[in-house]
T-cell receptor, first 115, second 115 residues
Framework: DTGVSQDPRHKITKRGQNVTFRCDPI?????LYWYRQTLGQGPEFLTY????????KSRLLSDRFSAERPKGSFSTLEIQHTEQGDSAMYLC?????????????FGPGTRLLVL | AQSVTQLDSHVSVSEGTPVLLRCNYS??????LFWYVQHPNKGLQLLLK??????LVKGINGFEAEFKKSETSFHLTKPSAHMSDAAEYFC?????????????FGRGTSLIVHP
């Protein structure tokens, strides 16, 4: 399967703990995006990378959130000191510069539950 | 600035009848527009996209959408609904010509198909 993959698919944690999610994009895609989706809402943009550079971050991304893409391939999203309000589906997507009108391909998501 | 309004949170149709999911957008630049579908417990899948070529866009599974600049609309249609079409549908706008690659998602329309 050459699609976008995310790991883990589910995560349950206690309030105050740190969690880290991983995203592996489609191999030839140089752009990688993170989104958060809560029940009944559309995905909300968090941040995106072009190669290893983090080009934009949403105001939704508090200081407790950090994302990296060290070698321009996979990416990690870390949430420190989790809060119950962080419970959501975290989606990753990738795209290719100038390709297909910036069509983004989504992974299956990581569902986070903070107790 | 860009925004998307999906005019209906739920649409209910009978199998075999036409589907209309409405989307209005706002963009300071020529937009790229997308429709994605999300089935329960599955990732977002691209249905179709408009990127300044033909205004009537055909997608997968018999769906199509028409870009109407004068009405700032990009409504999704299908002549005959199938039970497997029941899902959440998201309209998305990206203002690439404005130098941004950040998409804005609508809140989603839940399509219910009755036998």
């Amino acid at each position: 399967d050459t699609g976008v993959s995310q790991d883990p698919r589910h995560k349950i944690t206690k309030r105050g703990q740190n969690v880290t999610f991983r995203c592996d994009p489609i191999s030839e895609h140089n752009r990688l995006y993170w989104y958060r989706q809560t029940l009944g809402q559309g995905p909300e943009f968090l941040t995106y990378f072009q190669n290893e550079a983090q080009l934009e971050k949403s105001r939704l991304l508090s200081d407790r959130f950090s994302a990296e893409r060290p070698k321009g391939s996979f990416s990690t999203l870390e949430i420190q000191h989790t809060e119950q309000g962080d419970s959501a589906m975290y989606l990753c997507a990738s795209s290719r510069t100038g390709g297909e009108g910036e069509t983004q391909y989504f992974g299956p998501g990581t569902r986070l539950l903070v107790l | 600035a860009q925004s998307v309004t999906q005019l209906d949170s739920h649409v209910s149709v009978s199998e075999g009848t036409p589907v209309l999911l409405r989307c209005n957008y706002s963009s300071s630049y020529s937009p790229s527009l997308f429709w994605y579908v999300q089935h329960p417990n599955k990732g977002l899948q691209l249905l179709l996209k408009y990127t300044s070529a033909a205004t009537l866009v055909k997608g997968i599974n018999g769906f199509e959408a028409e870009f109407k600049k004068s009405e700032t609309s990009f409504h999704l249609t299908k002549p005959s609904a199938h039970m497997s079409d029941a899902a959440e549908y998201f309209c998305v706008v990206i203002s690439i010509s404005g130098g941004s690659y950040i998409p804005t998602f609508g809140r989603g329309t839940s399509l219910i198909v009755h036998p």
